[in-house]
């Protein structure tokens, strides 16, 4: 496990001292430290079986415009953040669709859309990442309600990145995931690195980059990572030192 590593499985009881996930080792807390509004909500009783223990629970904001959670970061330091979102018809309402929309801090980060018009690589919950440069001690996670349905969150993970990883990223930039792939592979197959960023060795992120009046960088295109570059590709170079 790494300490340095948060992850929080949102609207656990705020006393709960946290578990490890039997299939993956990853240890999740309360998120009860790191904000002080919501509901703790769980899933529907017919949803369980299809989605992981810390996707059953969640954090609903019912109330307010803005709620954030407050993110323990060092100034300087670049991070992965990723939040998860598993409807899982908490509210008895069956919606169908909802949005609302993510922040950095004061930066647009993304709208995050649920319904007939979402994307999701799972099918079942959806998740969002992007890197960012942390600017003080603390970083402002917040969903915005904007009246198209209550935002609400499952898992909130906070992750320090290599100063050498991703070099486009600096301060006042967030880069968004666009998608992640395995470039080559025969078969679909999931596989866990040290990084825990990368799914495989022929592995790139797809990101979009953004700055606050829009879109700077859209994609990186690779068909292929063949072994012979395993070690000259700068971002991979650096994912696989040691």
């Known amino acids: 496990m790494h300490v ?11 006393n709960y001292s946290g578990y490890t996930d039997k299939f993956t080792g990853i240890f999740y807390v309360s998120d009860y430290p790191y904000t002080d509004t919501g509901e703790n909500r769980r899933i529907a009783p017919d949803r369980k079986r299809r989605l992981e223990p810390h996707h059953q629970t969640l ?3 019912p109330c307010g415009l803005r709620n954030c959670y407050a993110l323990p970061t060092m100034a300087g330091t670049k991070y992965l953040v990723r939040v998860e979102f598993a409807y899982g018809n908490y509210d008895g309402e069956n919606s169908s669709y909802l949005e609302f929309d993510l922040y950095l801090g004061a930066n647009f980060w993304e709208t995050f859309h649920l319904g007939p018009d979402a994307t999701s690589s799972s099918g079942i919950y959806y998740p ?3 890197i960012f440069v942390a600017w003080a ?10 009246g198209r349905g209550t935002p609400f969150v499952n898992v909130v993970e906070l992750r320090p990145l290599g100063a050498v990883l991703y070099p486009q990223v600096a301060p006042g930039l967030i880069i968004s995931m666009y998608s992640r792939e395995d470039m080559g592979a025969n078969v679909s197959t999931w596989y866990v690195l040290r990084s825990e960023l990368y799914f495989g060795r022929q592995v790139l ?17 690779h068909t292929k990572i063949e072994e012979s570059n395993m070690q000259t590709h700068p971002t991979l170079k650096a994912l696989f030192a040691k």
Not at 137 to 146: F, I, Q, S, Y
Not at 205 to 221: N, P
Request: hydrophobic residues 45%.
């Open 4 to 14: 340095d590593f948060l992850r929080i499985d949102c609207g656990v009881d705020a």
């Open 59 to 61: 954090r609903s904001f």
């Open 128 to 130: 969002r990442e992007a």
């Open 137 to 146: 001690g603390w970083a402002p996670l917040c969903l915005v309600n904007t």
């Open 205 to 221: 992120q797809c990101y979009v980059i953004r700055l606050f009046t829009g879109i700077i960088k859209v994609k990186e295109t």
